[in-house]
């Protein structure tokens, strides 16, 4: 598959209330354009970015893991977000790549952000998570992730980083730099979505969801996106960013390192 059609949902989140927002983002579903292969929710998309890990958490078998396999096998569409979930007396913000035939893959957060205590009150992931699907091969990333190139780096073995976040509007030229750093940096194509409104932790969201193409290209304009739901639609084509690869391979010239 050359063409991938992802959708973004941006939209406010209800505190702590993971029915509401199952029921809320099951609307948003049913306005996502049939040509959309790929849906991404927000960071914590059933509870808003909350400290209170051990009261919100679910279970891998909980009602919000198996609304993500229901949605996503009902539309025949890939639905990926992330959410609290608890695991062996640990707690982690864990993103979910869910598909139509039931196969899914996770992600669990590798930088927690510390300046909200997030260290304190989860369990930091150690794997970063690429998922193959139909040719593409994409890059899972959470929010604060998005700060730390080494982390992201693409050593060739992906096409597009997804960032799901809640990244308040007061850093919002950062988000929306960051983005696009990953994604010329990279020579990838980036997506992230951010939500908006106001969190019960009193922390303002301006949305700003937005997708770059490898070249630094704005493909979605965040500007355009700012404080408002909205479902941004953008069709990404394979062999366009191979053949811009191919033609400047700053790949060839990157420094040799590994992770550890």
Same mark, same amino acid.
């Given at each position: 598959?050359?063409t ?66 229901? /949605? ?18 640990? $707690? ?7 598909q ?9 957060k ?23 699907? /139909? ?5 899972l ?17 992906y ?36 939500i908006?409104?106001?969190?019960? %932790? ?14 630094g290209?704005?493909l ?8 408002? /739901? ?12 191979d053949?811009?690869? %191919?033609? $400047?391979?700053? %790949?060839l010239d990157a ?6």
């Amino acid at each position: 598959m050359q063409t991938l059609t992802l959708s973004l949902l941006q939209t406010a989140t209800h505190w702590h209330s993971p029915e509401l927002n199952r029921a809320h983002f099951e609307t948003l579903l049913d306005q996502v354009p049939s040509a959309s292969q790929l849906v991404v929710l927000p960071e914590m998309f059933s509870t808003g970015f909350t400290m209170d890990s051990a009261a919100v958490a679910e279970t891998m078998d909980g009602e919000t893991v198996a609304w993500m396999l229901a /949605q996503a096998r009902e539309r025949e569409k890939v639905l990926c977000g992330s959410l609290v979930i608890k695991e062996r007396d640990q $707690f982690f913000n864990r993103l979910l790549w869910v598909q139509p035939n039931g196969e899914m893959q996770i992600y669990d957060k590798s930088h927690l952000f510390r300046m909200a205590g997030e260290d304190e009150h989860y369990n930091q992931g150690s794997s970063r998570v690429v998922v193959d699907f /139909q040719g593409w091969r994409i890059c899972l990333s959470v929010c604060y992730d998005l700060r730390f190139p080494v982390w992201l780096r693409n050593d060739c073995k992906y096409d597009l980083l997804l960032c799901v976040a809640n990244w308040p509007d007061a850093r919002r030229d950062i988000w929306q730099t960051l983005l696009r750093a990953r994604a010329i940096e990279n020579q990838v194509f980036c997506a992230g979505v951010n939500i908006i409104g106001t969190d019960g %932790a009193g922390i303002i969201y301006g949305g700003g969801s937005a997708v770059y193409h490898g070249d630094g290209a704005v493909l979605a304009d965040p500007e355009e996106h700012l404080s408002k /739901q909205m479902i941004i639609t953008q069709a990404l084509d394979l062999a366009e960013l191979d053949t811009m690869r %191919a033609s $400047f391979p700053v %790949a060839l010239d990157a420094d040799k390192f590994s992770l550890r």
